[in-house]
């Protein structure tokens, strides 16, 4: 068997699984179609399957588990987009990919497709454990102390149409990390799981009852070290104390974090010790063997360099400038001396943020196969990354990328938006998302400007249920309707990394050209009052929001 690089090997098993569901599914698509089903009938059914309703036309999202996916799989995502929608799709901030005009009679064949290179749509909605999503550099990073992929694999098999958490009281999302630096937003998680090294094996520190939406709260600590064995036990009594208790009369009050925030960490913690104590542990206990039976199905890349690969790029920097500006804020550091990780990103000056064509798609996997093994990573940051990278190749993809017009050096930057499809598309927005983020973007667009500014990051939401992400957004804007116009509300000081926080309202909404202009003046007034080597959320932090806000609204 030879396995991919970077993801699991499907067998035959799992392929005729998916083969059976996609019949289930296309039969009662027939249904509807024919009118058999009515829609709320059909309702529990597409979204088990990916399918949502939204304004205009039908929305599939495809699951990209833990983010990895490989060349002949992102070459399916360009068909699809060609052949089904209008030739582009929607990377989003799990991790997955939305094609957004999807007809409902094509979908079983769309989904025919995806399985035929070990792709589905199952639980990417509906009140179930969603996709889980993992670091985008795992298995690469210079700081990583634990891949976590196969655990994210463990937790995808186990998550999968698990009979007690199909109908939760609301949607479950799941995150895993094996890096000290939280690259993957644990902590605004249902549950986040960090790995590291224990003494006897892997250990696991848990997050719980994180979340954003309608009221975004910080996970709280439930366990510093669980042992590997013991994992999917603690994850299957987490999951039980919210299924028996969580809230089913409220949409709104059915998240865990609400539960969690009810009953306090402390009761939640022993409501939880109380289910494993009347678990049968040897039923859930995961031993080495199925650990290292999920590990030999992830192949691992060659790494081996010329000795002079780091000498090579280092003089390709200092030849091209423009390439050297593209390595500073698009590179991440290797583990393997001679590699490197890229972030491509899909944020051009004025784009749509997590917009791809079929041919950006379809070169990005011909550049996965040539400079990375065939492998590709989609981030939550809504880029993609190509993790494994010789440092000698480097100029040469840079070259490739901008021909495909995927160069823009702006990773981390105020310009790298994270964006939700807002209004343009989605029934439950107030407002439009990406003609703002197009402007920001185009505003902050020059790369000068953007590493003078240095680690901003603006996150858009188009309504409160923050796809967006705007509570951990340096900068968050949430959209809002007021009598019929799209205003947006600013909040300062989000963050989702190990000091995760939510972001505080900086003052009354604005209409969106006002917010525009009100986001400049903010930046404009960090570069005037920042301290030598000060980030936007240092200055933040040293002098409050107070002269942000007074630069907001002083023309407002």
Known sequence: MNAPIGHYQYDSVDRDFLAARIDEFADQVARRIDGALTEDEF??????????????????????????????????????????????????????????????????????????????????????????????????????????????????????????????????????????????????????????????????????GGGMGRTPAVGKEIFDSVREEDLLAT???????????????????????????????????????????????????????????????????DLTAPPDAAATLEADRARHPAFDRWARSNTHPHRAPGYISVTVSLKPAGGIPGDATSSQIDGLADLADAYSFGELRITHMQNVVLAHVRQDRLFDLFQALDELGLATPNVGLVSDIIACPGLDYCALANSRSIPIAQKLSARFGDPTLQEEVGRLRINISGCINACGHHHAGHIGLLGVDKRGEEFFQIT?????????????????????????????????????????????????????????????????
């Open 43 to 208: 309702k529990p059914f597409r979204l088990m399957n990916g399918l949502y309703l939204q304004l205009h036309a039908y929305m599939l999202r495809v699951a990209i588990p833990y983010g990895t996916l490989d060349s002949r799989q992102m070459r399916m995502l360009a068909e699809i987009a060609r052949t089904y929608d209008r030739d582009y799709g929607h990377f989003t901030t799990r991790q997955n990919i939305q094609f957004n005009w999807i007809r409902l009679e094509d979908t079983p064949e769309i989904l025919r497709r995806l399985a035929s290179v070990d792709m589905h749509a199952i639980q990417t909605s509906g009140n179930c454990i969603r996709n889980v999503t993992s670091d985008q550099f795992a298995g690469a990073s210079a700081d990583e102390l634990v891949d976590p992929r196969v655990h994210a694999e463990i937790l995808r098999q186990w998550s999968t149409l698990h009979p007690e958490f199909t109908f939760l009281p609301r949607k479950f999302k799941l995150a895993v990390s094996g890096s000290p630096e939280d690259r993957v937003a644990a902590r605004f998680h249902d549950v986040g799981v960090i790995a590291r090294p224990g003494p006897d094996g892997t250990l696991f520190r848990i997050f719980v």
């Open 235 to 301: 994850l299957e009594a987490i999951l039980r104390v919210y299924n028996a208790h969580g809230r089913r009369d409220n949409i709104y009050k059915a998240r865990i974090k609400i539960l969690v925030e009810a009953l306090g960490i402390d009761a939640y913690r022993e409501a939880v010790l109380a289910e494993l104590a009347q678990m049968d542990m040897a039923l859930y206990r995961l031993t080495p063997d199925m650990v290292a039976a999920i590990r030999a199905r992830f192949a691992a890349p």
């Open 492 to 556: 300062l000081g989000g963050r989702s990394d190990n000091n995760a926080a939510i972001g505080e309202i900086l003052g009354p909404a604005l209409p969106e050209d006002d917010t525009v202009d009100a986001i400049a003046r903010i930046v404009d007034r960090y570069l005037s009052i920042r301290e030598l080597g000060e980030t936007f959320l240092d200055t933040l932090s040293r002098l409050g929001d107070a002269p942000f806000r007074e630069a907001a609204y002083e023309t407002a």
